[in-house]
């Protein structure tokens, strides 16, 4: 790659052709030789000379039949680092992988080492062309680390690094390389509009493999809602829209709806609606998922009728629970009035054979009332107005029905600007887990975002434990099946099916699957990709730029017992995550500059022990493990022509101690049941 004329470099050529000329007759070699020299010249760049000596048969000459030998020399020069401020000493190719090899092992995912490389590496692999690219991911020597290297490329989603990853993928028979690129383009903050009009061109064609169908269809939505386009937007949804009426299969329109949620468009509310009221159970779940997400003022006066309908049953056929609580959800959560709490109400304190959609209704109530002032206001207004509604819900029954769903909000971050919390929901059925969610949210003033939610999903497997519960749908038709859905910086990933059929579930339990510790997702992602240039009232130019990465690894384990009914399952999750940036101003007489970083290691584990040789008794366990959150801030200022230099540093260590969070009191008395 060429290079601007300065100084430094065209001192550093000369030097390196004079070694290269003399350096033959320094040596004395067999017939191929190689010398191999590096050093530093000014800060933060790094050069590597390699000299190779060739030894050639010349041909004799007519005077004397004697042969001779030719000397040649071949001179490489490579840019193994580049000065980060200056983009003039990027000389040739960038080859820094090797410094970094040890953070972008698999070992080191979940770590802040890794993120701080994802953070190093990313600039480098932007400017890079696709040949140099293709390279990197074509060398045996970097096949352990060729997923995470993927992410990268999918996280600076240039042109070049997305032709080097496709043409690399190609020969990607079975997909698992391919969806982590994909997914790494879904969750890059800022896609190039040439390459998400590539992969929603990909995403109306066919492919064999249905996984990989899947994933090129969420991420193409995804792509096209961080792109901030309404054409985009507009022609995703069109391209969505169209292959869901053309499908016949469930799991056709499923994958569909799917990107419709990630895509969270207005304008696909009438689509999602006729899904959410109808017959099918599967594609109402995915509809009102994809409603749920929408902004609250796209939620219009009907979708809030239809959502009364679905919860209610207030028509024929009755709704599967799954479909009734995500219709409960959209109407507490999205500006409930006071005869929607009173409907609630007059519900809950009302006989109804499904007690544990009552159970998730009571709980939900006491969620929201416990995390938001304005609910809880309108709630007592209801029950202050209405004595028979007061008397109603003071009756114990009303809220201790049996059943063993559950909704709280735990707070594990608490701090003058943000807050974070763990909001979970389970929804029980015949005693086991039927639908259980848990978001990580942190809270900005008025916004609020799920960096992560991990969901897991279960059905038909009612006939493996023994239980005397009359819930109306106990009979539980449906095949057994079981599996995992990933929500990841406000991106659906594809489900993940652990087991689908009796068959395959004996199959993992003689087998002894995921006995041991088994990463289900890992990923190289980008939090903040910020920088903006603010002029100031002196003249001078402030620049601003923030940079965070995130490291994530989610791994899981379950051992299973038939013989002494019972089940022990273990989900962890770990991240490392780095958020750097500054401020700088410079201008012919002075330069500051602020910088700061912060990193921290959270995790959070899910621990579940089931006892089904009785009636069935479940225990839950959700803890954090200690973390240590580290912040630094450095300052430096100059005056041109001056002595004048200010160095200012400032580091804090916060503790967040371990802890292990309280569900509710009915899993107390199922935990000392189970470990008793």
């Not at 400017?127 to 390279?135: F, G, I, Q, R, V």
């Not at 056929?317 to 409907?343: C, G, H, M, V």
């Not at 995921?514 to 890992?522: G, H, W, Y």
Request: aromatic content about 6%; overall charge neutral; hydrophobic content about 40%.
């Amino acid at each position: 790659m060429a290079c601007p004329e300065t100084p430094v470099t065209m001192l550093t050529v000369r030097l390196l052709y004079v070694l290269a000329l003399f350096g033959p007759y320094c040596q004395m070699a067999p017939a191929v030789a190689g010398a191999t020299r590096g050093w530093h010249i000014g800060t933060g760049l790094k050069y590597k000379l390699t000299t190779t000596l060739l030894f050639s048969e010349a041909v004799p000459s007519r005077s004397s039949d004697d042969v001779g030998y030719r000397l040649t020399g071949e001179l490489n020069v490579t840019a193994v680092w580049q000065r980060p401020d200056d983009i003039d000493s990027y000389l040739l190719r960038v080859e820094v992988i090797e410094e970094q090899r040890s953070a972008l092992e698999a070992s080191s995912l979940g770590t802040i080492k890794s993120a701080s490389a994802f953070l190093k590496l990313i600039p480098l692999i932007k400017m890079s062309t696709a040949e140099d690219l293709l390279k990197i991911l074509k060398s045996p020597r970097n096949r352990q680390i060729k997923s995470q290297l993927l992410d990268m490329y999918g996280a600076a989603s240039s042109i070049a690094s997305h032709q080097a990853a496709m043409k690399v993928l190609q020969q990607d028979e079975i997909g698992d390389d391919t969806e982590r690129y994909l997914w790494a383009l879904s969750l890059s903050p800022s896609p190039s509009a040439e390459v998400a009009k590539n992969i929603l061109k990909r995403s109306e064609e066919t492919h064999p493999n249905d996984k990989v169908s899947e994933t090129i269809t969420l991420t193409a939505a995804a792509m096209a809602r961080h792109l901030e386009s309404s054409v985009a937007i507009d022609k995703a949804r069109v391209s969505l829209e169209i292959g869901l009426d053309s499908c016949t299969g469930e799991e056709c329109k499923l994958k569909f709806l799917r990107g419709l949620r990630n895509l969270r468009s207005k304008a696909a509310l009438p689509v999602l609606l006729k899904f959410a009221v109808g017959d099918n159970k599967a594609l109402s779940v995915a509809a009102w998922k994809a409603i749920a997400v929408l902004p609250k003022d796209s939620v219009t006066d009907e979708v809030k009728k239809a959502a009364r309908r679905v919860f209610y049953q207030l028509d024929v056929p009755k709704r599967d629970s799954s479909a009734r609580t995500f219709a409960l959800d959209i109407i507490l959560e999205i500006n409930p009035t006071k005869q929607d709490l009173k409907n609630l109400i007059k519900y809950l304190s009302s006989p109804d054979s499904a007690y544990e959609v009552k159970k998730y209704a009571s709980q939900r109530l006491e969620q929201l009332s416990d995390t938001n002032p304005q609910f809880s206001d309108l709630l007592k207004q209801v029950l202050m107005e209405n004595e028979s509604m007061r008397r109603d819900i003071n009756i114990y029954n009303a809220f201790i029905e049996k059943g063993l769903s559950t909704a709280f909000t735990r707070n594990f971050l608490k701090s003058i600007d943000s807050n974070g919390s763990l909001v979970t929901v389970q929804e029980i059925q015949s005693g086991l887990m039927k639908r259980g969610i848990v978001d990580v949210v942190f809270e900005v003033g008025d916004h609020e975002e799920a960096l992560f939610s991990l969901g897991l999903f279960a059905g038909g497997l009612s006939s493996f434990v023994s239980s005397s519960q009359d819930e109306e749908d106990n009979a539980d038709e449906e095949a057994a099946t079981a599996g995992m859905e990933i929500d990841f910086l406000g991106v659906g990933i594809r489900p993940f099916v652990f087991f689908s059929g009796q068959g395959e579930l004996m199959g993992h339990v003689w087998s002894g699957t995921a006995s041991e510790r088994t990463p289900a997702f890992q990923a190289l992602a980008a939090l903040h990709n910020h920088r903006e240039y603010i002029p100031l009232s002196s003249g001078v130019i402030a620049e601003i730029d923030v940079q965070g990465a995130t490291s994530f690894d989610l791994a899981g384990q379950i051992q299973l017992s038939l013989w002494s009914r019972n089940a022990q399952s273990l989900v962890d999750l770990k991240a490392g995550i780095v958020v750097q940036g500054g401020t700088k101003v410079k201008s012919d007489f002075v330069q500051s500059m602020a910088e700061f970083s912060m990193t921290l290691e959270p995790k959070l584990e899910l621990a579940t022990d089931v006892d089904f040789s009785g009636p069935v008794s479940l225990c839950m366990r959700l803890s954090q493990p200690e973390n240590l959150i580290k912040y630094q801030v450095y300052k430096v200022e100059r005056i041109t022509g001056s002595r004048h230099k200010l160095r200012k540093t400032r580091r804090v260590r916060i503790n967040s101690p371990g802890r292990c969070y309280l569900l509710n009191r009915k899993n107390n008395e199922m935990c000392s049941k189970v470990f008793s």
